[in-house]
């Protein structure tokens, strides 16, 4: 027969064990043990506050229906580190569903109990309740997220009214010397108008039969056109600068969305030609009410992006039509494409897959925020290789969701 301990040890033992089970059935967390398997061998009676589950109702089962399925994996793999290394492991935060279909956050730090040849019997957790303290951390990532958006666009309202104000001056300085061509030009013109006329009157005949002169004269009609288009050119692009940044118009308005489409390719014409084709496809959209210069923002950061994902040669088709009474503004491009799993965190403020020091990730956050604005939606359709669509889907009078007047034209 083994030989008994002594009564005095008996008791000490007694009360040790009876000080642990009080430990552990008193904590304020879950104490729980599990096989190497995953399954359950002993879990603590706080397990109920904790899940709403009896710990007999998981005595004997694996921890798998407790945990979010899009977690599984994590928990998995920090059962298989716990495994491995042999050594206690830091916390692991996972979503446990009580027993209501309720959701809470859980971390759980993790060791191992081996027997007398080394082998792994067992797993010891302690697990607790994060999810206050997650939904403290998700307010706090929230709010930082619409500080980030907020700062965006106060930055970019700065810049278009600094871009309105150099328009302004710049139209100004701009104007006169172009005035002054244009001035000259039609004189130029009526210049020559009346030297062919006196040439016709005192020279009949030379200019039928002397080659020099229609060679000269041919010469002077060519520059007068060339003189022409560069002027009308530089009137067009001044025109088109002072209707994008349209800082007299913060207040909602109806406008032609074709024409903050134009303006915008206008500026940046220079960046496309010999490399780009652009194809429009307009449809039969009436003028909608919106802000103008958050709209053209927005117009002016698809077509960028797209430009950018275009690598060589390649195409941007804009499509316009109306569906009920919303507008439906699609730009596609032949680019390189976006992989799928970044779709979903593609309007995220300060996400970019442009690289460090080329991308801001704001662009399309702005884009987000302003189209939110106007109580529309912007979608996104992409395949690597193939290209991306970028929709956005507006109503056509914003002042009836909003409330707000618009101004007239």
Known sequence: MP??????????????????????????????????????????????????????EFLGRSFVPLVHPDDLEECRAFIRKVLETGVSMGSREYRVRRK?????????????????RGDVISIIGISHDVTERRQILDELQRANRELREAQAQLVQSEKMASLGNLVAGIAHEINTPVGAIHSMHDTLVRAVERLKTLLGARLPGELQENPDLRGILKIIEDASRVIETGSERVTDIVRSLRSFARLDEAEMKRVDIHEGIEDTLTLIHHDLKNRIRVVKNYGDVPPIICYPSRLNQVFLNLLVNAKQAIKGT???????LQKDDRVHISFRDTGAGIP??????????????????????????????????????????????????????????????????????
Request: proline residues 5%; aromatic residues 8%.
């Open 3 to 56: 030989e008994r301990l002594p009564k005095s040890d008996e008791e000490a033992l007694r009360q040790s064990e009876a000080r642990f089970r009080s430990l552990v059935e008193n904590a304020n967390d879950i104490i729980f043990s599990m096989s190497p398997e995953g399954v359950f061998t002993y879990i603590s009676p706080n397990f109920k506050d904790f899940t709403g589950y009896d710990p007999e």
């Open 100 to 116: 209501d279909g309720s959701l809470k956050w859980h971390a759980t730090d993790g060791s191992v109990v081996r027997d007398e």
């Open 314 to 320: 390649g195409e941007i088709a804009i499509t316009t």
């Open 340 to 409: 799928a799993e970044h779709l979903p965190k593609i309007f995220d403020p300060g996400f970019t897959t442009k690289g460090v020091g080329i991308g801001t990730g704001l662009g399309l956050s702005i884009c987000y925020r302003i189209v939110q604005e106007h109580k529309g939606e912007i979608r996104v359709e992409s395949k690597v290789g193939e290209g991306s669509t970028f929709t956005v889907i507006l109503p056509v009078n914003l002042d009836k969701a909003t409330g707000h007047q618009a101004r007239s034209s």
